[in-house]
């Protein structure tokens, strides 16, 4: 098993969370972190035992020995750090939403063909041991067909106009920042949707605090997805199907429940991955380089465009515009 020098592009919330994880996995050395800040890269790096620390991007993604980077910047950053990590060299695991635009992530991902580099957008549901029990009784047939789906991603964010979730000029908004994660649960299940109908409330600077959607699909189904910072909804996603339904949450105790109701019998089961399960998407980054690929066959570079494409119509149709990022 071959060890992997990792570079930690940011030194946010989400990038104390990735490199705990990493730290749990023995193929995974943290070798570098980059900030604007000096500061912060040398707080981080001694946090976690990095090797080196840089007072730039462009100085860390230049470094010979870092082979795979990890891009935790601001959503509206993350197509010009991914373009530099790749002009460097370097393998990416890029943060969600891998950009603003379909336009944007479809550059990206064509960059990482050229170069013969991996690209994986950041979704860590999908690797999760509550998902992959939720798929695996989905696909034992024992459900039924699944026939509709409903999920949401809602806690409260207070207003403030210069905190990342309001910033436009961060990509702030629910939509990007939480709608993702529902809206990614029904492309995997149900495919792309012929109609989509959306809507949202503002904040004041524009960025949308919540936003509700509903997607018809051409064989008839129906699925909901809803995101927001102004209310203390949690975190599920509901599978309704002919014989049962599956309930996947998250609790406020970050363990994860799926709870199995099926013809009259009700089954919770509780799972508590260490480092909230941010090592799974790692490891699958190292599983993928190993064998040679440059796209995770789990979450595809198809799959992160087919999902922009999603969010670019859902914006589309609920009215929400990042300046400079929509033609």
């Known amino acids: 098993m071959k060890a992997y020098n990792w570079g930690i592009l940011g030194t946010g919330n989400i990038a104390h969370k990735f490199a705990r994880a990493l730290m749990l996995l023995d193929n995974a050395h943290l070798y570098a972190v980059g900030s604007r800040d000096a500061a912060r890269a040398e707080k981080f790096a001694g946090e976690f035992g990095f090797v080196k620390h840089f007072s730039s991007y462009e100085e860390m993604l230049a470094d010979p020995g870092v082979d795979v980077v990890y891009i935790s910047s601001p959503h509206t950053r993350h197509l010009e750090n991914t373009l530099m990590a790749l002009q460097n060299g370097k393998h990416v695991i890029c943060e969600k939403p891998m950009s603003i635009t379909a336009a944007e992530v479809s550059r990206m991902a064509d960059e990482a063909k050229r170069r013969g580099l991996f690209l994986m957008e950041a979704l860590w549901p999908p690797f999760q041991p509550s998902y992959l029990k939720a798929d695996e009784i989905l696909k034992s047939g024992k459900m039924g067909k699944l026939l509709h789906m409903r999920g949401k991603f809602a806690f409260i964010s207070p207003y403030d106009p210069e905190l990342r979730t309001y910033n436009l000029e961060l990509g702030g908004g629910s939509l990007l920042d939480i709608g993702i994660y529902p809206v990614m649960d029904i492309l995997r299940y149900l495919g792309e949707p012929e109609n989509i109908v ?6 004041p600077t524009g960025a949308d605090e919540s936003t509700a959607m509903i997607f018809r699909f051409s064989d008839g189904r129906l699925a909901e997805a809803y995101s927001s910072f102004a ?3 949690g975190v599920s996603t509901e599978f309704f199907c002919e014989k049962g339904n599956l309930i996947l949450t998250r609790g406020r105790d970050r363990n ?19 480092a909230q399960g941010y090592q799974y998407e790692a490891a699958e980054v190292m599983s993928c380089l190993d064998k040679g690929l440059t796209e995770s066959p789990v979450v595809p570079l198809s799959f992160s465009l087919s ?7 859902v914006r589309r149709k609920a009215g929400i515009r990042y300046p400079g990022r929509d033609k």
């Open 256 to 274: 994860q429940h799926l709870l199995i109701e099926l013809q009259g019998d009700v089954d919770d089961r509780i799972f508590t991955p260490p």
């Open 307 to 313: 999902l922009a494409r999603i969010l670019d119509e």
């Open 198 to 203: 959306a809507t949202s409330l503002f904040a």
């Open 231 to 233: 209310n203390m909804g």
